[in-house]
């Protein structure tokens, strides 16, 4: 299992332009970001969650079932 790294603690000014960095990023693609992304960025930001359980969660929500 891969080790966790430590991340350095952001400030909410700096969260706040990496948002609209990612959103911007977004946009110029014709794509929006959704309150679902922008709550998981928030919490992947905040140490809430880590990489791997957004994205298990995601992969839960979003599996097919045949």
Partial sequence: MKQQVQRK????????KMIRNVAG????EG?????ASRRNL????SGQA???QIMAEL??????TE
């Fill in 9 to 16: 603690p952001i400030s909410t000014e700096q969260h706040i």
């Fill in 25 to 28: 990023t977004m946009a110029i």
């Fill in 31 to 35: 794509l929006t970001l959704s309150e």
């Fill in 42 to 45: 928030d919490r992947y930001a």
């Fill in 50 to 52: 880590n990489y791997q």
């Fill in 59 to 64: 992969k839960a929500k979003y599996q097919r």
